[in-house]
């Protein structure tokens, strides 16, 4: 067997939206002899790129070694197999876990990143992130719950930065994400925005003060599949960047004085 049918490739299956599957994971899709999805988070209509004959297989009620087990039989076997993991594989994903079990049994791993679904609410929020004369970072965490955050990566102290803030997996915490920015330092003013399943046929978007976003949350029963997004990048401004300015200076355009 040749390195190719041993290798088991990771795909990002996107936000949602079929059509915003890269073309790289459409083809892994097509050629795929086991594809092992996330029923709960995966959009099934990305199956119908799948072969007639490729097994697919819902990995929702699978422990980390029952998956593994699953992918290292079919690849043993020679058959071309896919992990479909929702957005993209490197954001929240937990396929470290998976690599290590993986290629301790010889296999090896290839990643096909995804658009994640803080690009995806971006999109359907009209805006960008980093804000012209304003900040240029952005920090995408999640709020400490079942899971544990490091101390040192509590939101107050990440609010500090007074920068875009794009929280997963915490919609179900959304009063206690906003008092802890607003602790951290940011305004109970501050423009802020909740995405439920960006780019999703249902997808519904809910803007508010960073204080009032949770009450409309709750209103509308929003607790899960959204992120919570706040900062001066949802405000309107004016600014205008540098690298069009006509003035501006670099390798492809000379600027005028």
């Known amino acids: 067997m ?10 990002g299956a996107g936000p949602g939206d079929p059509e915003l599957l890269t073309l790289k994971g459409k083809k892994a899709l097509e050629e795929a002899g086991l594809v092992l999805y996330a029923g709960s988070l995966v959009n099934a209509a990305l199956l119908d790129f799948c072969s007639p004959g490729c097994e697919r297989t819902d990995s929702s009620g699978l422990s980390l ?10 690849a043993g076997r020679g058959v071309p197999v896919v992990r479909l993991h929702t957005g993209d594989p490197s954001i929240f994903g937990a396929v470290a876990e998976q690599k290590r079990l993986l290629e301790e049994q010889g296999l090896s791993v290839q990643f096909i990143p995804g658009v994640s679904s803080f690009q995806a609410a971006a999109a359907a929020l009209g805006i960008q992130y980093t804000v012209p004369g304003g900040n240029q970072t952005v920090i995408c965490t999640r709020r400490a ?4 955050v490091p101390p040192e ?5 990440l609010a500090a930065v007074g920068t875009t803030m794009v929280v997963f997996l915490s919609a179900d915490q ?8 607003v602790e951290g330092g940011f305004s109970p003013r501050t423009p802020a925005a909740c995405v439920y399943r960006a780019s999703w046929e249902d997808e519904k978007i809910l803007t508010a003060p960073l204080a009032e976003l949770p009450a409309l949350m709750k209103q509308h029963g929003i607790t899960r599949h959204a992120l919570i997004i706040a900062g001066e990048c949802l405000a309107s401004t004016d ?10 200076s670099h390798g492809w355009r000379e600027g005028s004085e």
């Open 2 to 11: 040749d390195t190719a049918e041993k290798t088991i490739l990771f795909v």
């Open 65 to 74: 070694e029952e998956q593994v087990a699953l992918m290292a039989d079919a």
């Open 174 to 181: 959304a009063e206690a994400v906003a008092e802890d920015l």
């Open 145 to 148: 719950g079942r899971t544990p």
């Open 153 to 157: 990566e509590d939101l107050r102290r």
């Open 239 to 248: 600014a205008r960047s540098l690298l069009y300015s006509p003035s501006f």
